[in-house]
């Protein structure tokens, strides 16, 4: 038997990257960029160029010259299960205390020693949970000790407004007298959202799909050449990271959502622009009115589970 590489930060960066890239629907040919994936992963360039090295080690990439790291197949047609690596153990953990943050399983200011007993794991690996959710905003360390959720991921309000903000700002990125459609950015754009209706979509984690949905729109609103409206949106997908995990778990209704992506694709292709911006608001509408509506159902499943509580 196959005897898996040595568990360090390389060994488990490696997987993450093949997941990584296959959500990115990435080829055999394709760069794999240190910068893009340090930022994702929330680490320094170093291990990622380490785990890098450790992908051509197993063949999986290669390293040119002045140029860098390249795969070397196709990410889809590589299981990561048959690999002699370890695959990330803090992922599973890492959601589900997300869900309970969510869930509002975890009070709005906590210190490490509650969660150590709530969910009795090593403080090594809840800390590696906690600074991820750090650097992707979800929570942040108090000035003296303890940590802080994020008030935004509570509130409902909010939640609509970062939709009806989107919906002002990204039909009108589309409108942009220098708009310039990036033909090889859309053709893979178009590849990942044609793979998601394949099945993908049953088979992604919840933060691949986000990743998907996120890169699909600032990839829309990048070739307006607005530099302020391209940051605006990737500091809404920051923020509404965590809300889409929730809605994520509604798989199906995906679908409908890919549907639309590869025909909004379709109308900015075809020169049709301002038709292409009255389709993403309301396509950004319906999304925000599902939002709502599923909001008020767990409010009201909510008091009633607390009245039935109450009458036992």
């Known amino acids: 038997m196959t005897s898996k590489i040595k568990t360090d930060l390389a ?3 490696a997987p993450k990257i093949l997941d990584m890239a296959r959500a990115r629907s ?3 040919g394709d760069p794999l960029r240190e910068e893009a994936f340090a930022k ?3 680490v320094s360039r170093s291990p990622v160029r380490r785990g890098f090295a450790l992908l051509e080690d197993l063949g999986l990439a290669v390293k040119e010259p002045n140029r860098g790291y390249f795969l070397t197949r196709d990410a889809r047609d590589i299981d990561v299960r048959k690999l002699p ?11 589900r205390v997300v869900d309970d943050v ?10 490490e020693a509650e969660l150590l007993r709530k969910y009795d794991v090593p403080r090594g ?3 590696k949970v906690l600074n ?14 303890g940590w802080s959720i994020n008030s935004f991921l509570h509130d409902s309000e909010a939640h609509i407004q970062s939709y009806r903000f989107r919906m002002a700002i990204e039909p009108a990125a589309l409108l942009e007298p220098g708009y310039k459609v990036d033909t090889a950015a859309f053709a893979k754009a178009r590849r990942i959202q044609q793979a998601l209706l394949d099945g993908d979509i049953f088979t992604l984690s919840r933060s691949q799909l986000f990743q998907i949905g996120s890169q699909l729109h600032e990839l829309i609103v990048r070739c307006s050449g607005n530099t302020f409206f391209l940051e605006a949106i990737r500091r809404q997908n920051q923020l509404r990271r965590f809300m889409a995990y929730q809605s994520n778990v509604d798989r199906p209704r995906l679908i409908s959502q890919c549907k639309e992506h590869i025909q909004l694709l379709d109308l900015i292709e075809q020169g049709r622009r301002e038709e292409a911006a009255a389709f993403l608001r309301e396509h950004l509408d319906v999304v925000s009115r599902l939002k709502a509506a599923r909001e008020a159902q767990d409010a009201r499943d ?6 039935v509580s109450d009458l036992g």
């Open 85 to 95: 690596l370890d695959v990330d153990t803090f992922e599973d953990f890492y959601l």
């Open 40 to 42: 994702e992963l929330g």
């Open 302 to 307: 909510l008091k009633q589970a607390l009245a």
């Open 26 to 28: 990435m080829r055999a």
């Open 11 to 13: 060994g488990q960066l």
């Open 132 to 145: 991820r959710l750090a650097n992707e905003g979800m929570i942040e360390r108090n000035p003296g000790q």
């Open 102 to 111: 969510l869930a509002g399983e975890i009070s709005t200011s906590f210190f």
């Open 125 to 127: 690996q809840l800390l």
